[in-house]
């Protein structure tokens, strides 16, 4: 009794430090069980064998911000992670999936063009998993036959060109949702197994070991998917061997003297004629199915430089969508979509939609259209890529499609044709900066102020830098840098567009239309270079700070007259660098000395000797070096335009002092 009435008083009155300790211990196991993102993702990085290109991976920030990533090679939805995407890093070692297993956000992880090695990883854990991209690594050995088991999910396998043997595991032919398998390039061996034909829509099962017929449920993909197997026959390759042997004569009665006369002789030999007709008929059309479906299977082969390709890419992304379009432009078409976390839509929604005419630029006619789903999107028709072949095109596509930055504008989907492409992106309210500095102001909609310019300007540098490191083989990284082709979200920050595209533009359209091509060094030397995108970033940063529109880009060339460097440079001489800074710009009154400053990298980024002319790298670190906050000292101003009004009016221009802006 007294023990019960013991417990029963310290459940009613329950001791506080008894209360702390249970909390305490409580919080240790949540935090231990409850690892957040970051702490997986760093782990995941600390068991890789050379994790230099995740060097901004650090537990300081969060890997996600919205559906922007704040990572490298992150992909972000909802402020969660949606996947990984690190190709090309020269990442290697061995990959511990078993890491992420308790990201239950994550829907696709691509490693491809890496140094990974050792056996398939095992990826059952993540069970939700859409896309896993592992080809062109060193991976090795057999793959278990339940390796795929239960992953309903998965729609995209890419394994190829590793160093896997064996032969394809059976779990493979079970998924429900498997759209693209790709496997080419390995060793694998034995026979093809079956799939659902009505669901899988590309098998890449070239340069392997493969032997035997192939399955009708494939007999219908491209050749090429099945070349470099010396022991596969079957539709799409040459007819199997015939296993039986070909039905023999009928015997031919035997010459018994008894029964020889001259009417039997006779109907013998009528019988053997028949026989003999009869096999060579049948020899005749055989050999003529042989010729017909030959030259079938050649213009197959011919066909497949635009449809295998094609075939691929468009499963690559959910699969085929074809339809026709009224007006007979488009008669069977797909709609390609670059990023896993778009809501769907084909080329039919948006050619029901309401469309809307948003303008001709120099590349083409751009179309706003609100589809089905409520979102809206912009249609870019590109005219000037017609020289472009379908699968260098496609690549770069996907090239494009693999950059993640706040400060660019991603494709959401493209549209190949030979005549013609379609590049879709998402519409930005608020337009672009062009329209914000050349419009007509009122009370209601002013200019931008000081300190938004200088916002959009540091944007744009960042944007600048990102493409810089991901496109390093790129001779221009944007090339068509211009106001009109950076756009602004709800908060001003800027998004650059139609970045990238030098590769996929005719040669002599790229000349008269992209602004890098009427920069000096293309006007006197014929060249252009890396350095040719930061006079871009100087034109547009004298733009934001006059408000003038560069006649420069409405003439076919350079021309120093029209140049706005030029007239800026005119102005300081004249002492008049005051009235240079556009009137409508608010917010100045405590910032003259950060504006000078960034009118000092302007003009340094236009300099005509690309030798004087800083690299990127240098311009943004002065950029980014600006104060966004109040300057109230005015006599640092004053100081600061004698300096420039007193260089420019010795005819300095390109003195070293003036444009090295304390680099």
């Known amino acids: 009794m007294l023990m019960g009435a013991r417990i029963a008083r310290l459940v009613r009155t329950p001791n506080p430090s008894l209360v702390l300790a249970l909390v305490s211990l409580l919080s240790l196991v949540v935090v231990s069980f409850g690892d957040t993102d970051t702490e997986i993702l760093l782990t995941f990085k600390d068991s890789l064998a050379n994790p230099s290109a995740l060097s901004n991976w650090n537990a300081s920030i969060h890997p996600c911000k919205g559906d922007r990533a704040n990572w490298i090679g992150v992909l972000c939805l909802k402020n969660k ?14 990959v511990n999936i078993e890491i992420l297993d308790t990201l239950h956000t994550m829907r696709t992880i691509s490693l491809m063009n890496n140094n990974f090695e050792g056996t398939m990883p095992d990826i059952r854990k993540l069970g939700a998993l859409k896309a896993l991209y592992l080809s062109n690594n060193r991976f090795t050995g057999e793959i278990p036959d339940d390796a795929f088991q239960g992953m309903r999910s998965l729609k995209r396998l890419f394994l190829a060109n590793n160093a896997f043997t064996g032969k394809i595991p059976s779990s493979l032919t079970t998924l429900p949702k498997l759209i693209i398998l790709r496997l080419e390039g390995n060793q694998f061996g034995g026979r093809i197994p079956d799939f659902n034909p009505k669901v899988v829509k590309v098998v890449n099962l070239a340069n392997n070991q493969f032997e035997g ?9 491209g050749a090429s998917m099945f070349s470099g197997n010396r022991n596969l026959c079957g539709p799409p390759l040459q ?20 029964l020889v006369s001259p009417k039997n002789t006779s109907y013998g030999l009528k019988v053997a004629l028949i026989v003999v007709s009869i096999v060579l008929i049948l020899v005749i059309i055989a050999a003529l199915i042989f010729i017909l479906s030959m030259r079938k299977q050649q213009s197959k082969e011919l066909q497949e430089t635009n449809l295998q390709d094609s075939n691929k890419v468009a499963a690559y992304n959910e699969g085929e969508k074809k339809v026709s379009e009224s007006g007979g432009m488009m008669k069977r078409s797909e709609l390609i979509f670059l990023k896993d976390n778009i809501e769907r839509f084909d080329l039919q929604d948006l050619l029901r939609a309401s469309a809307e005419v948003l303008g001709s630029g120099n590349f083409g006619a751009s179309y706003k259209a609100v589809i089905m789903n409520g979102e809206t999107m912009v249609v870019k028709r590109y005219k000037q890529m017609n020289n472009v072949g379908r699968e260098d095109f496609h690549e770069h596509m996907r090239r494009l499609g693999r950059l993640n930055h706040q400060n660019l504008l991603p494709p959401v989907a493209y549209y190949y044709r030979k005549e013609e492409k379609l590049l879709v992106s998402k519409f930005m309210e608020d337009g672009s900066l062009a329209s914000h500095l050349h419009a ?3 009370l209601d909609k002013p200019g931008l102020d000081w300190m938004t310019r200088l916002k959009i300007i540091k944007g744009v540098a960042r944007g600048l830098t990102y493409l810089y490191n991901e496109l390093p083989s790129l001779i221009l990284p944007h090339g068509h840098l211009k106001s009109s082709n950076v756009l602004l979200d709800e908060t001003f920050e800027p998004l650059l567009s139609d970045y990238a595209l030098r590769p996929v533009i005719n040669q002599e359209q790229a000349h008269l239309l992209m602004t890098a091509y009427k920069s000096p060094e293309y006007a006197m030397n014929g060249r252009i270079s890396r350095k040719t995108d930061v006079w871009c970033l100087g034109i547009l940063i004298l733009e934001v700070l006059t408000g003038k529109i560069p006649e420069n880009y409405l003439t076919a060339r350079y021309d120093s007259n029209t140049n706005l460097a030029t007239w800026v440079n005119e102005m300081v001489k004249e002492k008049k660098t005051g009235e240079v800074f556009d009137t409508e710009m608010s917010g100045t009154k405590n910032n003259k000395g950060e504006m000078i400053n960034l009118l000092k990298i302007g003009l340094s980024c236009c300099e005509e000797d690309l030798e004087t002319r800083p690299e990127l790298k240098e311009v943004v670190q002065e950029i980014e070096q600006l104060r966004e906050g109040d300057d109230d000292d005015d006599e640092e101003f004053s100081s600061t335009i004698g300096e420039v009004n007193a260089i420019i009016s010795r005819g300095n221009v390109k003195d070293e002092s003036f444009f090295s802006f304390n680099r």
């Open 440 to 442: 007509n102001h009122t």
């Open 213 to 221: 017929p192939i399955p009708a449920s494939l007999s219908k993909m």
């Open 239 to 258: 007819a199997c061997p015939l296993t039986s042997p070909p039905p023999s004569l009928p015997p031919i009665p035997s010459a018994n003297p008894q």
């Open 81 to 94: 992670i949606w996947g990984l995407q690190l190709e090309n890093m020269g990442l290697a070692g061995l």
